[in-house]
């Protein structure tokens, strides 16, 4: 005697016209079923009264390339996507950006990206109708993808203005990572207007995007010569952007032999968890990662209903006011 869900399944597929396996591919959602064709399987399942145990929904989580290290950022934003997919009872499918023709053998509800080398918003909105969210890369919203940004202008004012109440008159910025991601462009322009709008000679330097990733050591030299580079200009305070880079430059002003903050004054990207715990504890700004993943999902939750979205997402940074601030030392 056939189980009663095998029967259904069987009623369904003579009235959608169909095979048995297409019918099952169709009910848990599955790649390969033409959108015609899974909406017969829906009505004739709708028409016999078959009920099945309800499924969880399904997004791609796209991740950088996967010969990219996730560090920090990565890592925090990955964990905080994780914990709101759980609770908004989302299944993530996670994929590399190296990997998005696996979007074709999956079937997924939407997409979620926090690559930020690849734009991928291009690469997939002009190719793939599905809707889209990005987290600190560009939209494209003609194809239903929409970004959800840290707001870096927000981030440099704050540490800009944390500085200049401490008397500091000259101050540089460390850009870490590709100078032409939308971050870092961001956050180089944010930069140059702060010192215009407080009247001060604006010291950046991108190192990151010079340096070599087959030696680790590269960036370290990288970072030593900006510090004195700086130092050579008067430079009293720092800048230094990206998370996974906080603790180098510590390292690099220790080596070249200046103290933190009566030498220089520091500000970092936060490290969760342990940027309150070096000498001295970093003063940071901190990306707020679990309102970016809720602004995520409350974003592509409309695409995937078909609501009306009406711009992307700014989300502020958090200043973390520690121990490596202070004012100019004297005659500087």
Not at 143 to 162: C, G, K, M, P
Not at 227 to 235: D, H, K, N, P, S
Not at 278 to 305: G, H, I
């Amino acid at each position: 005697m056939r189980k009663k869900s095998e029967s259904g399944i069987r009623q369904i597929a003579e009235l959608a016209g169909v095979d048995v396996s297409t019918v099952s591919r169709a009910l848990n959602r599955r790649a390969h079923v033409q959108p015609a064709t899974a909406a017969r399987v829906f009505e004739a399942a709708r028409q016999v009264g078959y009920q099945q145990k309800p499924l969880r929904r399904v997004i791609a989580l796209i991740l950088p390339e996967s010969r990219t290290i996730l560090k920090w950022y990565s890592i925090n934003v990955l964990n905080a996507l994780r914990l709101e997919a759980e609770q908004r009872n989302w299944w993530l499918e996670i994929i590399s950006a190296d990997q998005i023709e696996l979007l074709n053998e999956r079937a997924v509800e939407g997409v979620i990206s926090f690559d930020f080398n690849n734009h991928l918003a291009e690469k997939i909105g002009s190719t793939r109708n599905l809707p889209m969210v990005c987290i600190n890369d560009s939209a494209r919203h003609i194809d239903r993808v929409y970004s959800v940004f840290s707001n870096e202008f927000q981030a440099v004012n704050l540490a800009v203005s944390h500085l200049v109440g401490y008397g500091h008159r000259r101050i540089g910025m460390i850009i870490n990572g590709d100078p032409e991601s939308y971050c870092n462009r961001t956050r180089h322009e944010a930069f140059d207007r702060m010192m215009r709008v407080h009247n001060l000679s604006a010291f950046a330097e991108c190192v990151h995007g010079k340096h070599s990733p087959g030696d680790p050591d590269s960036l370290v030299r990288l970072l030593h010569g900006a510090v004195l580079r700086m130092a050579e200009c008067g430079v009293t305070a720092i800048i230094n952007t990206g998370e996974s880079e906080a603790a180098s430059v510590l390292h690099s002003l220790e080596v070249c032999r200046f103290r933190v903050p009566e030498d220089f004054s520091l500000i970092t990207w936060e490290m969760v968890d342990v940027s309150k715990f070096l000498s001295p504890p970093q003063t940071t700004l901190c990306q707020n990662f679990a309102e970016l993943a809720r602004r995520a999902f409350d974003t592509l939750e409309k695409l995937v209903a078909g609501e009306p979205v009406c711009r992307d997402t700014l989300v502020d940074y958090l200043l973390c006011d520690r121990s490596s601030v202070a004012i100019p030392p004297r005659g500087r």
